[in-house]
């Protein structure tokens, strides 16, 4: 009787040696991949100096005050340095708000630019970068064909939605959104489309000279990697 009970409470422990194990080694091998994970984002984040110099390198390839329609002007421009700002994996990015220069508005249009560190997690991440504010005031955002523009991107999408204010759609009042990759960099357009805004063929000539200044941007960060 001694000898089964011995035997049995053998089995017990083999068993439970058998569950700890069933459950440390996932457990472990979980930790460890996240410390893996959490030692290659660190290696991978840039520095904030040079953050600061992937901003300064993105401002002197963006578009200018010659770039914009008769009247406007650049409001400000905001260099994202902290990490947290940056949508995604992004090294770094600007934005730059615009506006007529009689506006009371702080933008009325907006220009962003982001460099990614490799051509893939610029494409994963422009597959995910939302199109257009989903906000009360505009309508539904529907596709906008700009083959006339012949942007030389990679890739772009493009949309616009009637403005809705409280007294119902206002004819001719829009607001579009304009996403563009170029290689390692994802630039976005928004802007109203109105009497008192850009008309648009302004949107257009904006984003045909944002192009080119793309391709400056591409000239001037080759080589570069920044990781």
């Known amino acids: 009787m001694m000898r089964n009970l011995s035997k049995l409470l053998h089995g017990r422990r083999r068993c439970a040696k058998i569950f700890c194990l069933a459950v440390v080694v996932p457990f472990t091998a979980g930790l460890v ?32 005050k010659a770039d914009l329609p008769v009247g406007w002007e650049i409001s400000s421009i905001s260099p994202h340095y902290d990490i947290y700002d940056l949508p995604g994996p992004a090294l770094g990015g600007i934005w730059i708000g615009m506006r007529p220069i009689e506006s009371q508005f702080h933008a009325v249009a907006s220009h962003q630019l982001f460099l990614y560190g490799t051509h893939r997690r610029a494409k994963v991440q422009f597959a995910r970068f939302p199109l257009g504010s989903r906000v009360s005031w505009y309508g539904s955002w529907q596709p906008l064909d700009l083959t006339e523009a012949s942007l030389s991107a990679d890739e772009y999408r493009a949309a616009c939605a009637n403005h809705l204010p409280a007294t119902g759609p206002s004819p001719g009042n829009k607001r579009c959104a304009v996403k563009a990759r170029y290689g390692r960099f994802i630039t976005s357009l928004d802007t109203d489309i109105s009497p008192r805004a850009m008309s648009m063929e302004e949107m257009i000539r904006v984003l045909q000279a944002i192009d080119v200044h793309m391709l400056q941007c591409i000239e001037s960060f080759t080589g570069e990697s920044w990781e």
């Open 33 to 64: 991949a996240v410390a893996i994970w959490i030692a290659i984002v660190i290696i991978r984040t840039p520095s904030d100096e040079t953050r600061i110099q992937i901003a300064a390198g993105l401002i002197d390839c963006s578009m200018g």
